[in-house]
């Protein structure tokens, strides 16, 4: 259904080339085919893109700020418009289900949405300095920000990292993963259309090491959100403290998925698929990827598990299985050799792990049980539908296993014993804490990492602070 023209970048409210004439090929990875060709943007097209982004800036926090949200409410309206078309090219750059598309394009006009609504609600505080002084601080927007943002959730989080900039009075510069480049170029076209101001909101699509780094460094950027793999982040961060440049980090996770016996099993169970499998397969910051089930139901809850997973649809992303494709054979690759990582490491899976004799970077739902939790497959992120099993025999030892790695992210239990459930919130180091459902919370709530899954918040009212500096104004009254 797509025609394989060239999408250019889109700089200053027009779809230009690179400045190279350089382009690259995004692939569908259902089939492996070329899906698009794309504008490959570089150091100078990203010059551009600030360029005209500063040039758009003073205008932009001068517009009334209930103007702007009516914009982005507008533009979320667009995007709901729009969401059929929109879900099925998203699917074909990244290769999830269908449904999850859908999903994500709902979840990035909801963004657009909520902030819209924040626009005009961005206070500062009045404070008491004692009779002598009038005091108060202002939320001012930090300037041209940069949203590096990767292939898991493309539309989505052009929505969670672009859509609170823009309400704050900030500009954008947004460069989508060289994997999935098509959605992002697509929001920055309805945003066009619906009477966005041209450089309010830039898209150059392009490779990390060009585009990505370009941006990061740029010494005009006021701003960088970034989310992806840890030693990415490193560089970003690196790159923009040159120039000290705030940068807030979303990066991985090994997030413990924690069963109790007093649980609801059934609940619990379909969490856990949703959590690892059913969630674009597996590569999720957020997923569920090592279980911790208590001794006394593991082989009942096990078995179930392996049942249903087993039973789980792969299939291309527009038929909407359980379970796609993995978005690159990058991916698929490194994966394939996390299932060898876990073989050599505690023997064969107990389900899936064999490989596919077909197109498309398909893997099975794997699971490895008996995991012990210093393994590489319990520390790892492996980004894809492999969850590793580790059994525990109390709450203090849960909590232990569920702190005993790198990465802080999320953390979800599975209890109906209300004290429990608390003191595993109040233990456990991690930005989210779920009980009772996995991906619990929404656009409303704040999301980010402990430890080394980052720092810095997005969503809810907290993004609205990675995106603003505070001015503290302090009148000394004469008489
Ligand atoms: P990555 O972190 O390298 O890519 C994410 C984004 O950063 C992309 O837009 C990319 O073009 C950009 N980028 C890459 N190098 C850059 C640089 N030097 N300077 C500035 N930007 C740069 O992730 P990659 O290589 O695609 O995936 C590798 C692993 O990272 C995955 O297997 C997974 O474990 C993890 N990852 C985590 C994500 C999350 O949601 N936390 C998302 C994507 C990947
Ligand atoms: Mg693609």
Same mark, same amino acid.
């Given at each position: ?24 090929? /995004? ?6 085919? $070329? ?19 500063? %040039? ?7 517009? $009334? ?8 409410? &507008? ?37 657009? %949405? ?39 959730? $493309? ?30 170029? %697509? ?5 066009? #259309?619906?009477?966005? $101001? ?31 793999? *840890? ?9 923009? !403290? ?19 016996? #007093?649980?609801?099993?059934? =609940?619990?169970?379909?969490? !856990?698929? /949703? ?24 082989? =009942?809850?096990?078995?179930?598990? =392996? ?23 990058? &991916? ?47 520390? %790892? ?33 599975? !209890? ?11 233990? =456990? ?13 929404? *656009?409303? !709530? ?34």
């Amino acid at each position: 259904m797509m025609e394989k023209d060239t999408h250019n970048l889109l700089i200053n409210g027009e779809f230009v080339p690179a400045a190279s004439g350089e382009t690259f090929t /995004t692939f569908d990875p259902a089939t492996e085919e $070329p899906l698009a060709e794309v504008a490959k943007g570089a150091q100078d097209d990203v010059n551009r893109a600030v360029e005209s982004g500063r %040039e758009a800036f003073d205008k932009w926090r001068a517009m $009334p700020p209930e103007k702007r949200g009516r914009l982005l409410t &507008q533009l979320a309206e667009a995007i709901r418009d729009d969401i059929d078309r929109l879900s099925e090219l998203e699917t074909q750059d990244n290769g999830k289900p269908l449904s999850q598309a859908r999903a994500d394009v709902e979840g990035c006009a909801r963004y657009f %949405e909520y902030y819209a609504g924040i626009a005009d609600k961005i206070h500062g505080n009045s404070i008491p300095l004692t009779h002598d002084y009038t005091d108060y601080t202002v939320r001012e927007p930090l300037g041209v920000t940069g949203q590096i943002i990767p292939w898991n959730f $493309p539309i989505n989080l052009v929505g969670r990292t672009v859509a609170p900039a823009l309400a704050a009075g900030n500009v954008a510069v947004a460069k989508p993963a060289e994997q999935t480049p098509l959605s992002a170029l %697509e929001v920055g076209k309805i945003a066009l #259309d619906v009477g966005f $101001p041209p450089g309010v909101f830039n898209v150059v699509p392009g490779f990390g090491a060009d585009a990505g780094a370009a941006l990061a460094s740029h010494p005009d950027v006021n701003g960088i959100s970034f989310t992806g793999s *840890v030693v990415t982040g490193q560089q970003v961060a690196k790159l923009a !403290t040159d120039n000290v440049t705030p940068v807030h980090l979303e990066l991985g996770g090994k997030s413990p998925n924690v069963v109790f016996p #007093d649980a609801d099993l059934d =609940v619990a169970l379909n969490e !856990t698929i /949703t959590a690892i499998f059913g969630t674009n397969a597996g590569q999720v910051c957020s997923a569920g990827s090592r279980l911790l089930v208590h001794e006394e139901i593991h082989d =009942v809850f096990i078995d179930k598990l =392996v049942e249903r997973t087993a039973e789980l649809s792969l299939g291309a992303g527009i038929d909407d299985p359980a379970v796609g494709p993995l978005v690159s054979i990058d &991916q698929y690759e490194k994966v394939q050799k996390y299932v060898d990582i876990g073989r050599s490491e505690v023997g064969e899976p107990i389900v899936g792990g064999d490989v596919l004799d077909r197109k498309g970077y398909f893997v099975e739902p794997t699971i490895f049980d008996d995991v012990d939790n210093d393994m590489r497959i319990a520390q %790892e992120e492996i980004f894809g539908p492999v969850l590793s099993v580790v059994e525990f025999k109390d709450d203090d030892e849960a909590i232990e296993l569920a702190n005993d790695v790198d990465y802080g992210l999320v953390a979800g239990i599975f !209890t109906t014993d209300v004290g429990r459930a608390h003191r595993f919130a109040r233990d =456990v180091n991690a930005g989210q804490i779920y009980v009772n459902e996995w991906f619990a919370g929404g *656009v409303e !709530t704040p999301f980010g990492g402990y430890k080394q899954s980052g720092f810095g918040r997005e969503k809810g009212l907290e993004a609205i602070e990675s995106y603003t500096q505070v001015k503290n104004v302090c009148f000394k009254i004469d008489r």
